[in-house]
T-cell receptor, first 115, second 113 residues
């Protein structure tokens, strides 16, 4: 079984300031790691993923996340946020498998970018 | 980029009524999922479906719930007799094999009155 912990339920940050959204996970098996973003009144969009290889993964809109196996963390960072980044961010894990595997989500972190 | 589509976007139903939520997964995906998100809470797994049968279901997915793939494209979630606590956003997802991440639809907001 897997679990995901997002300790910060809300993170307010001023525009153009850096931000880090924390995510820790636990699992008895190897997992894939994901960040999903949910804009107000919209569905879940995949922001970035760690499957294998380089532990630092990046998205097209400036977010990055680093997989740290020893600390079982996958924190999300952005050096300079924009108003449009205001959304809820969900960290998620999925066990390695050649077939189906459910995604286990964290409780989410609401990022509020303040002008 | 191909998308998972869900209909309707919002469904309002009287308690005790049956409701069917529809999803069209990405065409070459083989694995299908339903999740739900009660307002203000996290996204929870309901059920996974592969090769025309349920692969795994959570404790939430009781006898009131069923899933079906009635044709080659649709994937449905039926709630037989809705309860107030079924009010939530329901997300459909589909995935390929191996490392491919699951792709989610925009969700159906189900409101039970």
């Amino acid at each position: 079984a897997q679990s995901v912990t997002q300790l910060d339920s809300q993170v307010p940050v001023f525009e153009e300031a850096p931000v880090e959204l924390r995510c820790n996970y636990s699992s008895s098996v190897s997992v894939y790691l994901f960040w999903y973003v949910q804009y107000p009144n919209q569905g879940l969009q995949l922001l970035l993923k760690y499957l294998s290889g380089s532990t630092l993964v990046e998205s097209i809109n400036g977010f990055e996340a680093e997989f740290n196996k020893s600390q079982t963390s996958f924190h999300l960072r952005k050096p300079s946020v924009h108003i449009s980044d205001t959304a809820e961010y969900f960290c998620a894990v999925r066990a390695h498998s050649g077939g189906y595997q459910k995604v286990t989500f964290g409780t989410g972190t609401k990022l509020q970018v303040i002008p | 980029e191909p998308e998972v589509t869900q209909t309707p976007s919002h469904q309002v139903t009287q308690m005790g009524q049956e409701v069917i939520l529809r999803c069209v997964p990405i065409s070459n995906h083989l694995y299908f999922y339903w999740y739900r998100q009660i307002l203000g809470q996290k996204v929870e797994f309901l059920v996974s479906f592969y090769n025309n049968e349920i692969s795994e279901k959570s404790e939430i997915f009781d006898d009131q719930f069923s899933v079906e793939r009635p044709d080659g494209s649709n994937f449905t979630l039926k709630i037989r007799s809705t309860k107030l606590e079924d009010s939530a956003m329901y997300f459909c997802a589909s995935g390929g094999t191996g490392k491919q991440p699951q792709h989610f639809g925009d969700g159906t907001r189900l409101s039970i009155l």
